[in-house]
């Protein structure tokens, strides 16, 4: 193998660092910013200090070329290093996410019905919008002492088995959704098999009633709610849901009272005017 690959003059990776087999094939494209963006990705709440070499095994790429990265994104203040010399993310990140929050100000004018929803139901509240093939919280109100999960703006969860997640999806129509779809199963073939038909129940359910029902699908010890808001002028889609530790949820709660309850209250918030519904099928 590596005496035809010197033969043939092939590189096992391209000029930025890429292996051959994941180089970006539309030349109008930088691979070494998308690189740089996938070592930015390589953190989470529970990966918060990494290493050269535990970057470069995630992404595939050699050393030095996660070396340069990390260098230039250090010294564009997006990482840091901390006292063992682990990278970490650096608080400039955050900088970038306040003109997407500035505009949007319709966050703050739910925070008191969002409240009220917390409150009724002992649990919290969040708004998610569509991104991708996720959806990002963007407001929450409510944190319960000995809640077992902190839902924070910026994090994101799966479309396909989330109640917001659903609650996205059944906005959309057409050849919206079909392509929407298309993209979770190339993405997620198997998980999103998995959750392929309650996710179809989970939509009909969202355009009949007003709101839909996850019983642990994401996060194992929550059950939520959601319901569709609709869409904003600049073109979000958005969703508000509710959430309780499932210890905590009394055998039909969620579909007799906190689901319809919730869905009044999406009805309600839409009359301001912000949000736009579609006319969906039912």
């Known amino acids: 193998m590596t005496k ?7 590189k096992e990776h391209d000029d930025a660092g890429l292996p051959r087999s994941e180089a970006v094939t539309d030349l109008s494209v930088s691979s070494t910013l998308i690189r740089g963006i996938e070592v930015l990705q390589c953190f989470s709440s529970t ?6 070499a535990e970057i470069a095994r995630r992404l595939g790429l050699n050393r030095p070329t996660v070396s340069r990265l ?50 009724m139901c002992d649990g919290n509240c969040s708004l998610g ?3 991708g093939d996720s959806f990002v919280h963007v407001q929450t109100v409510g944190i319960p002492p000995g ?37 979770l199963r190339a993405l997620h073939p198997d998980e999103y098999e998995a959750s392929a038909e309650k996710t179809s129940a989970a939509i009909t359910q969202c355009r009949r009633d007003g709101f839909c029902v996850s019983y642990g699908d994401w996060r194992p010890n929550l059950v939520a709610a959601a319901s ?11 969703a508000i849901a509710c959430a309780l530790p499932r210890y905590r949820t009394v055998a039909g709660y969620f579909e007799t009272d906190m689901g319809p309850r919730l869905a009044d209250a999406a009805e309600s918030i839409r009359m301001s005017g912000v949000f736009v519904f579609p006319k969906l099928p039912k």
């Not at 260098?71 to 990482?79: F, M, N």
Request: charged share 25%; proline share 6%.
């Open 4 to 10: 035809n690959k010197e033969r043939t003059g092939l």
């Open 47 to 52: 990966d918060q200090a990494l290493g050269n």
């Open 70 to 119: 990390c260098k230039t994104l250090v010294h564009l203040g997006y990482l840091r290093r901390d006292a063992k010399g682990a990278f970490r993310l650096a608080p400039k990140l955050l900088a970038l996410n306040y003109p997407m929050l500035s505009a949007m100000p319709w966050r703050y004018d739910l925070l008191r019905t969002m409240g009220e929803l917390a409150d």
């Open 129 to 131: 919008v569509l991104s």
């Open 147 to 183: 809640w077992p999960h902190i839902p924070d703006i910026g994090q994101t969860g799966p479309l396909y088995r989330s109640a917001l997640g659903w609650a996205l999806l059944s906005m959309l129509q057409g050849e919206e959704l079909e392509s929407k779809i298309a993209d």
């Open 228 to 238: 569709p808001l609709g869409r904003t002028e600049d073109g979000l889609d958005v």
